[in-house]
């Protein structure tokens, strides 16, 4: 998410398509064309993930066993050098979880 992703995904978005941000963890200085915003009519927003309420709602469903996070990969913690490297290759898909 960030500068490294958000001209391409600007480009990839159909007329009247909407980008939705909640983070910018590969930089905060975005560049794209802006003509594409206005001849596609699209939209950009930031989000900063719900409520309060919306949040224990969603720790409700997790409680429940009825919404589940995905999880990438699970490191011992003496190996949280290998979790972090998993991170930055960018090819975790869910969460890496360190474990005591």
Sequence with gaps: MG???FERSV???AKGGRYVTCG???GFEMKTDFRLVYFKSLSILGSTMGSGHELMTVLTLV???RLRPIVDS???FER???AHARLESRKAFGK?????
């Design 3 to 5: 500068a490294d992703t």
């Design 63 to 65: 409680g429940d066993g």
């Design 74 to 76: 699970v490191f011992p």
């Design 24 to 26: 910018a963890t590969s």
């Design 80 to 82: 949280v050098a290998d």
């Design 11 to 13: 480009r990839c978005l």
């Design 96 to 100: 890496v979880i360190l474990s005591l």
